[in-house]
């Protein structure tokens, strides 16, 4: 066989399987916590223009939504840290948030963008399928405690019965298991 910058097709074992299946799910999950708190950031921003006096009919309504759709993630969080109600969070506890939003933003870049990067040579062995599941497990945890917390906030803000404290702490070890299909 020839030296090409295609792709080869490696064989498919159950063990390669199971490691593009965990991949595959982290990467929903990842996606799932960004769409989660965008929308939840939107809704912030609306809530604001709308207090401003914006209505649907306005012509710059259009204008705004789009505008906010099209930022990334990164100008989302860094929005929300700047303009979150301080009455409603003490100041430490924004820090504190915009860390873990921060930390989970990160996070899903490794599984968007890194966490496939080479993997062809390490699927197959024990160690390197090991390896790729506690990178996984790492970042999947930090995307999971963010989403909790947005997920909270989500619940608030469309005046939403919140689950019982347990449910939000014990949230970041479910998606995990789920996502490591244990």
Not at 40 to 68: M, R, S, Y
Not at 156 to 174: G, L, R, W
């Given at each position: 066989?020839?030296?090409?910058?295609?792709?080869?097709?490696?064989?498919?074992?159950?063990?390669?399987?199971?490691?593009?299946?965990?991949?595959?799910?982290?990467?929903?999950?990842?996606?799932?916590?960004?769409?989660?708190?965008?929308?939840?950031?939107?809704?912030?921003?609306?809530?604001?223009?709308?207090?401003?006096?914006?209505?649907?009919?306005?012509?710059?309504?259009?204008?705004?939504?789009?505008?906010?759709?099209?930022?990334?993630?990164?100008?989302?969080?860094?929005?929300?840290?700047?303009?979150?109600?301080?009455?409603?969070?003490?100041?430490?506890?924004?820090?504190?948030?915009?860390?873990?939003?921060?930390?989970?933003?990160?996070?899903?870049?490794?599984?968007?963008?890194?966490?496939?990067?080479?993997?062809?040579?390490?699927?197959?062995?024990?160690?390197?399928?090991d390896n790729?599941?506690?990178?996984?497990?790492?970042?999947?945890?930090?995307?999971?405690?963010?989403?909790?917390?947005?997920?909270?906030?989500?619940?608030?803000f469309n005046?939403?019965?919140?689950?019982?404290?347990?449910?939000?702490?014990?949230?970041?070890?479910?998606?995990?298991?789920?996502?490591?299909?244990?």
């Amino acid at each position: 066989m020839f030296e090409t910058a295609f792709f080869e097709f490696p064989e498919l074992t159950s063990s390669s399987n199971d490691c593009y299946s965990i991949i595959g799910r982290a990467l929903f999950y990842a996606t799932f916590f960004e769409s989660n708190f965008v929308a939840f950031n939107k809704g912030i921003e609306l809530k604001i223009n709308f207090n401003k006096g914006l209505t649907f009919d306005d012509p710059n309504f259009k204008n705004i939504l789009a505008e906010i759709s099209k930022r990334s993630l990164y100008k989302h969080i860094n929005f929300f840290k700047n303009r979150f109600d301080k009455s409603v969070l003490p100041d430490i506890l924004i820090k504190d948030f915009y860390q873990i939003l921060n930390d989970a933003r990160e996070s899903r870049n490794i599984i968007a963008h890194d966490i496939c990067k080479g993997i062809e040579f390490e699927i197959e062995t024990d160690k390197g399928h090991d390896n790729i599941c506690q990178q996984i497990k790492e970042n999947i945890l930090k995307i999971a405690k963010a989403d909790a917390i947005v997920c909270f906030f989500i619940q608030i803000f469309n005046q939403e019965p919140v689950p019982v404290s347990s449910y939000i702490e014990d949230y970041p070890i479910k998606v995990m298991n789920w996502v490591l299909g244990q």
